[in-house]
């Protein structure tokens, strides 16, 4: 049985495991064998180990410079770009929270969050095997794609600290405006440690290319895997682990915590969409290494992943844009920045398995259905999304998954499933099946997300209350929270 994974997760080459077991595509050889005996007619000798595998400077490099990419995308890129989104006197608020939110997500990763993510354990939750980065250290090294391939263990735990962090702090629009600066933080600390830590163990865990030789070691490794690596499930940069994840916890806390005093009655357009446009743009160049960077090897893939994000984008920026004109007579900046951010979505989870013209197709797909999202289906549910998360990567998350299982197809372009014991692609692809693994991954990161955040925003609630008095949302959180004010009066 073939399985199929996407974005790398890995730990200790050498003691536990590591990487995405079948990644689409990757090219992986079986390290060399042994040299035999230079005495011939000697008794035979136990064959000399293999030495280590050593990282890459090229691909250590690429990963160290994919992170910095990442946390740009998160301060400044999101920051900007929800901060210019929401009224002058709730801007430095909404900044304040992205920044703190990033910097107790960073610290709580390496005490205890790589570890519950990245090492043997359960379906659903690692081990406590590397708590405070035990054991890690500079010569430490982590499983790529490849057979053989490593990079430095600092490097991938590194790399993936900023996904945690910018999936945490995607929450914070669909709340904006509302809620007490303490209990953003305490809701984001519950969260990723009960939602996000098991949904990425759960779809990134696996025991690494090099577990895998044969069919019997191929049943180890799934067993050992996380439960939607196990059944096969296809992201390669996160379409479940970050924007599924975060838009749904979003989208209840729009609801538990209610809406913005005035909402529908007084205006509430956003006050500066030239820092939106500016923050757009800096999420669109850090996410070339948030999806090309987790392909985690300077290589081939990583060039299509590159070229995927780039005209997945592009091509939903355009979509938008033209729905946008024609259903309401003009095209605005904030849709077409917005259609870029649903493009980034919806190519998140399919970058590294699906063709360049499958992207594209994504991508055109994402914008007119992000539209709706934002538009008919937030009057449906009657939510204040303050910033749209649900409607840009709830919807723009669901469509790429399911697409990923589309288009990863080779029969439509895409690069199929690697076959780790045969070391070549398989031989075969159903979409219709794909398609159904998919799903299911959708629904466990809905329900799982949803039930973990209903919780997390009562027990917040319950300790030191979710909203802001009515007085302190009036006057902007800004100056109620915060003491200062971005522009003087």
Same mark, same amino acid.
């Given at each position: 049985?073939?399985?199929?994974? !996407?974005?790398?997760?890995?730990?200790?080459?050498?003691?536990?495991?590591?990487?995405?077991?079948?990644?689409? !595509?990757?090219?992986?050889?079986?390290?060399?064998?042994? @040299?035999?005996?230079?005495?011939?007619?000697?008794?035979?000798?136990?064959?000399?180990?293999?030495?280590?595998?050593?990282?890459?400077?090229?691909? +250590?490099?690429?990963?160290?410079?994919?992170?910095?990419?990442?946390?740009?995308?998160?301060?400044?890129?999101?920051?900007?770009?929800?901060? =210019?989104?929401?009224?002058?006197?709730?801007?430095?608020?909404?900044?304040?929270?992205?920044?703190?939110?990033?910097?107790?997500?960073?610290? $709580?990763?390496?005490?205890?969050?790589?570890?519950?993510?990245?090492?043997?354990?359960?379906?659903?939750?690692?081990?406590?095997?590397?708590?405070?980065?035990?054991?890690?250290?500079?010569?430490?090294?982590?499983?790529?794609?490849?057979? !053989?391939?490593?990079?430095?263990?600092?490097?991938? *735990? @590194? &790399?993936?600290?900023?996904?945690? *962090?910018? +999936?945490?702090?995607?929450?914070?629009?669909?709340?904006?405006?509302?809620?007490?600066?303490?209990?953003?933080? $305490? &809701?984001?600390?519950?969260?990723?440690?009960?939602?996000?830590?098991?949904?990425?163990?759960?779809?990134?865990?696996?025991? /690494?290319?090099?577990?895998?030789?044969?069919?019997?070691?191929?049943?180890?490794?799934?067993?050992?895997?996380?439960?939607?690596?196990?059944?096969?499930?296809?992201? &390669?940069?996160?379409?479940?682990?970050?924007?599924?994840?975060?838009?749904?916890?979003?989208?209840?806390?729009?609801?538990?915590?209610?809406?913005?005093? =005035?909402?529908?009655?007084?205006?509430?357009?956003?006050?500066?969409?030239?820092?939106?446009?500016?923050?757009?743009?800096?999420?669109?160049?850090?996410?070339?290494?948030?999806?090309?960077?987790?392909?985690?090897?300077?290589? =081939?893939?990583?060039?299509?992943?590159?070229?995927?994000?780039?005209?997945?984008?592009?091509?939903?920026? $355009?979509?938008?844009?033209?729905?946008?004109?024609?259903?309401?007579?003009? *095209?605005?900046?904030?849709?077409?920045?917005? =259609?870029?951010?649903?493009?980034?979505?919806?190519?998140?989870?399919?970058?590294?398995?699906? /063709?360049?013209? /499958?992207?594209?197709?994504?991508?055109?797909?994402? /914008?007119?259905?992000?539209?709706?999202?934002?538009?008919?289906?937030?009057?449906?549910?009657?939510?204040?999304?303050?910033?749209?998360?649900?409607?840009?990567?709830? #919807?723009?998350?669901?469509?790429?998954?399911?697409?990923?299982?589309?288009? *990863?197809?080779?029969?439509?372009?895409?690069?199929?499933?690697?076959?780790?014991?045969?070391?070549?692609?398989?031989?075969?692809?159903?979409?219709?099946?794909?398609?159904?693994?998919?799903?299911?991954?959708? #629904?466990?990161?809905?329900?799982?997300?949803?039930?973990?955040?209903?919780?997390?925003?009562?027990?917040?609630?319950?300790?030191?209350?979710?909203?802001?008095?009515? %007085?302190?949302?009036?006057?902007?959180?800004?100056?109620?929270?915060?003491? %200062?004010?971005?522009?003087?009066?």
């Amino acid at each position: 049985m073939v399985f199929a994974a !996407g974005v790398a997760t890995s730990t200790a080459y050498a003691d536990t495991p590591a990487a995405a077991a079948v990644q689409a !595509g990757a090219t992986g050889a079986a390290p060399a064998a042994p @040299a035999a005996s230079a005495q011939a007619a000697a008794p035979a000798a136990a064959p000399a180990a293999a030495p280590a595998p050593v990282p890459n400077k090229g691909d +250590t490099a690429w990963m160290t410079v994919s992170t910095l990419l990442v946390l740009l995308m998160t301060v400044p890129g999101l920051a900007l770009f929800y901060g =210019g989104l929401v009224r002058s006197k709730n801007m430095l608020s909404i900044l304040m929270q992205v920044f703190v939110v990033t910097c107790a997500v960073y610290v $709580l990763w390496a005490i205890y969050g790589y570890s519950l993510s990245f090492t043997a354990g359960n379906p659903f939750i690692g081990s406590f095997d590397k708590l405070f980065f035990k054991g890690m250290t500079p010569d430490s090294i982590a499983a790529t794609f490849s057979k !053989g391939v490593v990079i430095p263990d600092f490097t991938f *735990a @590194a &790399f993936q600290a900023t996904f945690a *962090a910018i +999936t945490c702090t995607l929450i914070i629009g669909s709340f904006a405006e509302r809620v007490k600066f303490s209990a953003v933080v $305490l &809701f984001c600390v519950l969260w990723f440690t009960f939602s996000y830590l098991p949904i990425a163990h759960m779809v990134w865990y696996w025991d /690494g290319p090099d577990a895998i030789t044969d069919a019997a070691s191929l049943d180890v490794v799934t067993a050992n895997a996380g439960l939607l690596w196990a059944k096969g499930a296809l992201d &390669f940069a996160g379409g479940t682990v970050v924007h599924i994840n975060a838009a749904i916890a979003g989208l209840v806390g729009s609801f538990v915590i209610g809406k913005r005093i =005035g909402y529908g009655r007084e205006s509430m357009a956003p006050h500066n969409l030239t820092l939106t446009m500016v923050g757009a743009s800096l999420l669109w160049v850090g996410w070339f290494g948030f999806n090309a960077g987790s392909n985690l090897e300077a290589n =081939g893939m990583a060039a299509l992943a590159f070229m995927n994000t780039m005209l997945a984008t592009a091509a939903a920026a $355009l979509s938008w844009t033209a729905a946008e004109g024609l259903l309401k007579g003009k *095209a605005s900046m904030l849709g077409a920045a917005s =259609g870029a951010v649903a493009g980034l979505v919806a190519i998140t989870p399919a970058c590294g398995f699906v /063709g360049p013209m /499958g992207s594209i197709i994504i991508g055109l797909l994402a /914008g007119v259905c992000c539209l709706w999202g934002v538009t008919g289906l937030k009057h449906m549910l009657g939510a204040d999304d303050s910033l749209d998360v649900f409607g840009v990567h709830g #919807v723009g998350g669901i469509l790429g998954a399911l697409l990923t299982g589309v288009f *990863a197809a080779p029969s439509l372009g895409g690069v199929g499933i690697y076959d780790y014991v045969a070391n070549a692609a398989a031989a075969e692809y159903s979409i219709s099946g794909q398609v159904w693994i998919q799903l299911q991954a959708v #629904v466990v990161t809905l329900v799982w997300s949803g039930v973990v955040s209903y919780i997390c925003y009562k027990i917040v609630d319950a300790l030191i209350g979710l909203r802001v008095t009515e %007085e302190e949302e009036r006057e902007g959180l800004d100056i109620s929270s915060h003491g %200062e004010t971005a522009y003087t009066r």
